[in-house]
């Protein structure tokens, strides 16, 4: 199943996307947060949505679609765990995860406007594969760890490097604006996928493609990071794991290149669907 949330931001309605469109499923009555993704939330919309696909109406064309899950408890994210994207920046391949938190707050939707923070400079872009996380997972053994992926999603990990890497303190100062995480346009199960070490992700700014990399160069791959963060946190159903991007960003560039207002920033990868956000100054 392919999952979309919209309507107007704060007011969210669930939905479904297939070959025929965008539904909207309220009528199921439970939007797509931590509760349910516990409570096997996909398997009994699954049967659902097989009992009420015709009585479900069509959402309008244009209509604006917000984060493809309901706020998670937690972002996560990876740090360079692409190897051109390690070597870009000036950083050794790392041997174990860089792992930093996003503020949950930068969540918006895949079409909302980029606001650039207050005092920003160097607004910079990441094209990456977020991971939804189906059921609580502590101490998960590797060989387990996709028992407990709900899900994958397109998510765009805006970062303001100066406030990141030039402020002291962790990585979080920069990656937590408001949104600064475009997640969708939907949620896509592990089924829709083929094969997620095998998926092209790319992004342009205005235009010019800026990131075209692929997950098959993940340093650590999927089943790792939920076994590896399992041991230091507790994941909870409809947190999000975002596992780092491939080489491409402003940061990385001689001269480095960063957003202004009016910049158009489009992203995708395989299976995911595209996402495009606009730039707009901070008001």
Not at 102 to 117: F, M, R, W
Not at 187 to 210: F, S, Y
Request: proline share 6%; with cysteine; hydrophobic share 40%.
């Amino acid at each position: 199943m392919k999952l979309i949330r919209f309507g107007l931001p704060g007011a969210e309605k669930p939905g479904v996307v297939t070959d025929a469109g965008m539904f909207d499923v309220s009528a199921f009555g439970e939007d797509y947060g931590e509760k349910f993704f516990e409570t096997d939330g996909l398997t009994r919309l699954e049967a659902w949505w097989s009992a009420n696909a015709n009585n479900c109406p069509q959402v309008p064309a244009g209509t604006r679609l917000g984060a493809a899950v309901q706020r998670p408890s937690k972002i996560v994210c990876i740090g360079l765990n692409y190897a051109d994207h390690a070597r870009e920046t000036n950083a050794q391949i790392p041997a174990e995860p860089i792992v930093f938190f996003k503020s949950t707050s930068s969540l918006v939707g895949p079409n909302d406007n980029l606001v650039i923070p207050r005092n920003s400079e160097k607004t910079d872009w990441e094209v990456e594969l977020a991971v939804v996380i189906g059921k609580k997972a502590s101490y998960v053994d590797e060989k387990d760890a996709m028992d407990y992926v709900a899900g994958y999603c397109l998510h765009n990990d805006y970062s303001e490097r100066a406030f990141q890497l030039e402020r002291g303190g962790q990585w979080v100062k920069g990656k937590s604006a408001d949104t600064f995480a475009p997640l969708g346009p939907w949620m896509a199960t592990k089924d829709e996928i083929a094969d997620v070490d095998n998926m092209r992700l790319w992004l342009t700014v205005n235009g010019q493609k800026m990131q075209d990399g692929n997950t098959s160069n993940f340093i650590f791959k999927v089943p790792f990071l939920v076994h590896y963060l399992s041991q230091f946190m507790t994941l909870l159903p409809g947190d999000v794991i975002s596992t780092g991007t491939p080489a491409g960003v402003g940061l990385g560039m001689n001269p480095q290149v960063y957003i202004k207002p009016g910049d158009v920033i489009e992203l995708g990868i395989d299976g995911l669907g595209t996402s495009k956000q606009t730039a707009v100054a901070y008001k």
